[in-house]
């Protein structure tokens, strides 16, 4: 299945490997079209978050804060799962209010 094959892969702060598929990224930008030649940042805030917040139930959520992108300041965000040997990518997107993520509860600060 061509959707399946891995587009990238981050190496995450606890240095598991998150990877990210075409068909994942698909997904995203479907989603989020600004987020179309974004990746960079996406792997950037994975392996070098700013906050490792907690998710909905196994869910892991990597913040980082940028002050340009392509459509102003903002906090990437994006949604993983870590398993024993590597994770993987659920989603991502940016948000101008990382606050509202952040009080779901911090598991990890730089």
């Known amino acids: 299945m061509p959707n399946s094959r891995v587009l990238d892969t981050a190496i995450a702060y606890s240095q598991t490997p998150i990877r990210i598929t ?8 479907e989603n989020h079209d600004y987020m179309a030649g ?6 950037e805030t994975l392996s070098e978050p700013n906050f490792i917040v907690d998710g909905w139930e196994t869910e892991l959520i990597a913040l980082r ?17 870590e398993a024993e040997l590597e994770g993987f990518m659920i989603t ?7 606050g509202k993520i952040l009080r779901r509860g911090i598991l990890w600060q730089r």
Request: aromatic share 16%; charged share 15%; proline share 8%.
């Open 38 to 43: 974004c990746l960079e940042f996406v792997l």
């Open 22 to 29: 075409y068909q994942q990224w698909a997904h995203v930008v």
């Open 65 to 81: 804060a940028y002050p340009k992108t392509p459509i102003s300041k903002k906090s990437v965000v994006v949604v993983f799962k």
């Open 92 to 98: 991502a997107f940016m948000t101008s209010k990382p």
